[in-house]
């Protein structure tokens, strides 16, 4: 499976810099493939290999219709030789996103339940409890998904003198491979792209080794945007405007919010003198394409 990815390389953030010296730098995990960019490569990883131990032939994932987890678990599975079943939050819709018929395409099942039935996983998950399925998760989010996201930072040749390691969070799973990955003298900032998920910080937790207690880490609340799917003008035009000056895309979803969070908090003095920050771009442009062609400049 390594041989799909290429190794992700490492940029600096030229227009951030400031009079503090700190110097910010950004791991491109959205170069690494074209479909499976960013972190869910690493995520799957090791469910898959699971599975492949399990000698289960079709692999069962949750998410929803604009979900990343969905094409690249769709678009692995099928390079691996297995089936895939999509089971998607919402009922079909008539103009159906482009991140299912990418699915699709890559030959998975797609199963269509309505919010509520969703919100029982559980149950869900019981049709597909014999030996032929494999279950991955919403998200990846688990233990095995946390396992491959810790192998992220080995690509970074001077980790050990970076201050701080920046990166968006969705179900927190890639922010806890990171802190298990990371250095005592290095702080971790996971950037909360979602709207009253409290939880967050406890379902890290829980996903952590005795190895990662006293490694540092904080989540920031307050660069959701108004929520998971909300993009507005503000994101928009800070989106835009980083092209123009760095010539790195960024999705709506997270890396927009991990960025304008970073400008942010460096606007707000919130870092020491001469901190070396490394920030995790993980892809997920797959999700601009709901936006009004020309919205982007890129
Ligand atoms: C999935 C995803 C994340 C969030 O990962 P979690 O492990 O769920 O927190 C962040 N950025 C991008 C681009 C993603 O696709």
Redesign the pocket.
Known sequence: MNNLITQPPIENIASFENEKLINIDVLRLDKIHLIVS???WY?LKYYLQDAFKNNASTIVTFGGAFS??IVATAFLTRELGKKSIGIIRGEKVEKVSHTILQALDFGMQIQYVSRNEYKNKYQISEAYSSKEFYIIPE???GEL?AKG?AEILDSVKNLDTYTHII?????????AGIIEASKLHQKVIGINVLKGYDALKNDISILLSNNAKGKHFEILNQYHFGGYAKSPSALINFMNDFWEKEKIPT?K???AKLFYAVKDLLDRNYFEMNSKILMIH???LQGNLTLKAGTLAF
């Open positions: 960013g972190n869910k995520k990343n987890h998200g990846g989010y998904g996201a990166c968006a969070c969705g179900t927190g799973t890639m922010m999705d979803v997270y890396s993980c892809g997920g």
